[in-house]
């Protein structure tokens, strides 16, 4: 099984930072398969970056993804206060599909 | 547009079966190029992907993949007459306890989600 690790566990920024989120997984992702959500309480998780890179449709640009191998970084640039929620990276490289514990950004 | 409709009962006692079913429109359970998943949600487990089916035409049958930490007690089953699929979790704890959410896949990655059920195992 793939683990996948997140860090930091938490962000707190201030609105107009950059947000830089980590992803490291126990053995190589085909860089065609490895995706971030946003989830915020009450909706379900929310597609923002597929194949490492590609934005998800309606997607705005200030998010960005790159990485390959076992180390992933999601950026979001500009924060904004809509922008505070949990993401989630996830593998479909190898069974079972993982995600990793997530990592909270706050708004300051 | 896809969108997915989960029904299904919201609380399940201990030793029985949680059953949960997904209506899909704008798009067809028998798709040659995407997946159709279950995943739950939960505090202490995080997100956790439960298993999916699909079919591919070029091997005219259907396929099944479920994680291996509910393989002994989970069937996904997809109604091609109802364009529908489901979730089967049989002897469920208070540790099944979650929301539960169908999800598709295309490209491998998840597009697009149920709006989630609630289920809570207690008697």
């Known amino acids: 099984e793939v683990v996948l690790t997140q860090s930091p566990g938490t962000l707190s920024l201030s609105p107009g930072e950059r947000a830089t989120l980590s992803c490291r997984a126990s053995q190589s992702v085909s860089v065609t398969q490895l995706s971030w959500y946003q989830y915020k309480p009450g909706q379900p998780p929310r597609l923002l970056i597929y194949g490492a890179s590609s934005r998800a449709t309606g997607i705005p640009d200030r998010f960005s993804g790159s990485g390959s191998g076992t180390d992933f970084t999601l950026t979001i640039s500009g924060l904004q206060p809509e922008d505070s929620a949990v993401y989630y990276c996830q593998q479909y490289s190898s069974s079972p599909l993982t995600f990793g514990p997530g990592t909270k950004v706050e708004i300051k | 547009q896809v969108q997915l409709q989960q029904s299904g009962p919201g609380l399940v006692k201990p030793s029985q079966t949680l059953s949960l079913t997904c209506a899909i429109s704008?798009?067809?359970?028998?798709?040659?190029?995407?997946?159709w998943n279950w995943i739950r949600q939960s505090p202490s487990r995080g997100l956790e992907w439960l298993g999916r089916?699909?079919?591919?035409?070029?091997?005219?049958?259907?396929?099944?993949d479920y994680a291996p930490s509910v393989k002994s007690r989970v069937t996904i089953n997809p109604d091609t007459s109802k364009n529908q699929f489901s979730l089967q979790l049989n002897s469920v704890t208070p540790e099944d306890t979650a929301v539960y959410y169908c999800?598709?896949?295309?490209?491998?990655?998840?597009?697009?989600w149920g709006q989630g059920t609630l289920v809570t195992v207690s008697s």
């Open positions: 704008g798009d067809s359970v028998s798709s040659n190029s995407v997946a």
């Open positions: 999800v598709r896949d295309y490209l491998w990655a998840f597009d697009s």
């Open positions: 089916t699909y079919y591919r035409s070029k091997k005219s049958r259907w396929s099944y």
